[in-house]
């Protein structure tokens, strides 16, 4: 996963999580305590702790959100703004999938925050350097997978390519051949439109498996 050392001047865009049903006990990886504006290690979270870094606005939305999410034994997943430490707010993707114990149970949910409040302009032309010709050739399956995005979880254009990108440098898939298989999976995918974010969030996470 991310859990990288790393010091409180750095900065992460994506972190990861875990979260078991039964006892309701969180994991988070460094890089999501950075985004809380926690030193890495020195704080356990808890349901009580992450809700109270909610904006007062969506604090009741995603209470009932991972209320669903437990009850329901699905992933919990959500678009909402968190007020670190320092009072500075942030606007934060939380894609995840099932988390499942050796038999194939489902008992918990594991996924990442994504910080999604920066244009972050360095980190976008970083990118474009290195995907410059396949963006050429794939501008239009890449512009497709963008919309899919800014569909389901509301963000801008920027956004979509920051989490596209993102999926890429994490799992070392190309980022046309990324684009490529999500919307092919989305377009395999017959879930009723109730369940479009919990499948859409499933194929975002492993549509890599499937690039081979």
């Known amino acids: 996963m991310l859990n990288r050392v790393i010091g409180m001047g750095t900065p992460q865009n994506a972190g990861s999580f875990r979260f078991w049903f039964a006892d309701q006990r969180w994991e988070w990886s460094d890089e999501v305590a950075l985004m809380h504006g926690y030193s890495p290690g020195t704080v356990r979270p808890t349901t009580e702790l992450l809700l109270s870094h909610k904006h007062p606005d969506d604090r009741e939305q995603v209470a009932t959100v991972l209320a669903k999410s437990i009850e329901t034994a699905e992933p919990f997943s959500s678009r909402h703004r968190i007020i670190d430490t320092r009072g500075t707010v942030h606007h934060m993707i939380v894609v995840a999938d099932r988390m499942t114990d050796e038999s194939g149970e489902v008992v918990g949910t594991a996924g990442y925050y994504i910080d999604v409040t920066e244009t972050l302009e360095e980190h976008r032309q970083e990118t474009l350097d290195d995907t410059l010709p396949e963006l050429y050739e794939a501008r239009a399956v890449i512009e497709q997978a963008k919309g899919a995005l800014m569909l389901v979880y509301g963000v801008s254009a920027e956004q ?51 690039t081979q």
């Not at 979509?160 to 994490?170: D, G, H, I, K, N």
């Not at 799992?171 to 990324?178: C, E, G, H, I």
């Not at 395999?188 to 974010?197: D, E, I, K, M």
């Open 160 to 210: 979509a390519f920051r989490v596209l990108s993102w999926r890429s440098q994490e799992t070392n898939v190309k980022l046309r051949a990324l684009a490529a298989q999500l919307i092919a999976d989305m377009s395999a995918a017959t879930q009723a439109a109730v369940g479009l974010r919990t499948e859409f969030d499933h194929l975002l996470l492993t549509a890599h498996e499937r």
